[in-house]
């Protein structure tokens, strides 16, 4: 039934405290907070220490509570007894011709993830994964063929953006801002994973990266990606409120119950009027369609008609996605003319439809492309094919 809960097998890193120190990435303010009285902070020290903890980790990028240099001796021996600062660990790097750059890391548990930074003119993008491998088994999609393992924690959410801040040197210099490069000015959670489907911890994360006193990162320039979790997408207008983008890649349910199976628990129609009633649709914050093109499966004139009728009445643009190849998939990528054909159409029609230009495709880092190197799901095409109900 449309609508009805999800009950889904999904491992959660717990909130519990863990063994030995605790990492103080990803704690919100407040549970910082609680932590710091804990080990027995004075109240009224507690949201002082806090914001200077904050600011160190967040804002300085340090790693080190000796390099703390606004707190007593005494209270940095305390902080470095009880607690940690640690992000993902880094395994490799791979740099495209492009430019772009993918990072494998190790995150607890001794899971890997993919990370990846698009770097364009005046500004540059981090594409954030928030699960181990993916639910939703969407059969255009690289990282759909890896069994979903866990939900990632708010710090090795936000800990893949310091990652980033890391290798492309670019945090400022404690206590002078004005040195700051900044190079990642915008982050879109269109990693491995769902991120409705893991929605507190993104939602924590996103916030610090939010945080004047932190990433500073505006909510405008952070894209929550989701494939049309329903019940939470009114959630994240109110608790999180940033950009919203929709992983559309159909215009009906037959095609879409393929392509995102998703779409059988909430439909085209469920999930319009969600997006209808998105609280922040307005001409100035478009919600974005992403829609991947694909020969001869959702690329027609008539698709791009029906998107144009589907779609009406929501403030909205049109990623128009070139489907990038990996080894088995299903599909073959939509031709140059067919995309351009598709385009116009939906221009005419008064909505924006800039084509996706494919980036990092040498080190497999294009959209749809991630897959952790050791949870490799391997499988031949025919039988990928055969699990979307493309073959007879």
Known sequence: MAGAPIVQNVMTVPRSKPEGPMNLVGLTRQAMWDELIAIGTPEKQAKMRVRQIWQWIYQWGVRNFDDM???????????????????????????????????????????????????????????????????????????????????LTAGEIVGQVMVARDDLEEWPVPGNPNSETRQLSNIVLMGMGEPLYNFENVRDAIKIAMDPEGIQLSRRRITLSTSGVVPEIARTAEEIGCQLAISFHATTDEVRDKLVPINKRWN???????????????????????????????????????????????????????????PGAPYTRSSNNRIRAFADIIHKAGYSSPVRKPRGEDIMAACGQLKSATERARKSRKQIAAEVGLEG
């Open 69 to 151: 240099t606004n707190l007593s001796k005494s209270f940095r021996a305390e902080l470095a007894e009880k607690f940690i600062i640690k992000i993902p660990e880094v395994i490799s790097k791979k740099i495209s011709s492009d430019g772009t750059r993918k990072w494998l890391v190790r995150i607890s548990g001794s899971h890997e993830v993919e990370v990846v930074y698009i770097p364009e003119e005046g500004r540059g993008t981090l594409c954030v994964s928030s699960q181990v491998g993916c639910t939703l088994t969407c059969s255009f999609c690289h990282t759909g063929t890896q069994r979903l393992v866990r939900n």
């Open 268 to 326: 085209i129609e469920v999930l319009l009027a969600a997006l209808r009633a998105y609280p922040k649709v307005s001409n100035s914050e478009r919600i974005t369609f992403e829609y991947v093109m694909l020969s001869g499966v959702n690329d027609s004139d008539a698709d791009a008609h029906r998107l144009v009728e589907l779609i009406k009445g929501i403030p909205a643009k049109i990623n128009l996605i070139p489907f990038n190849e990996w």
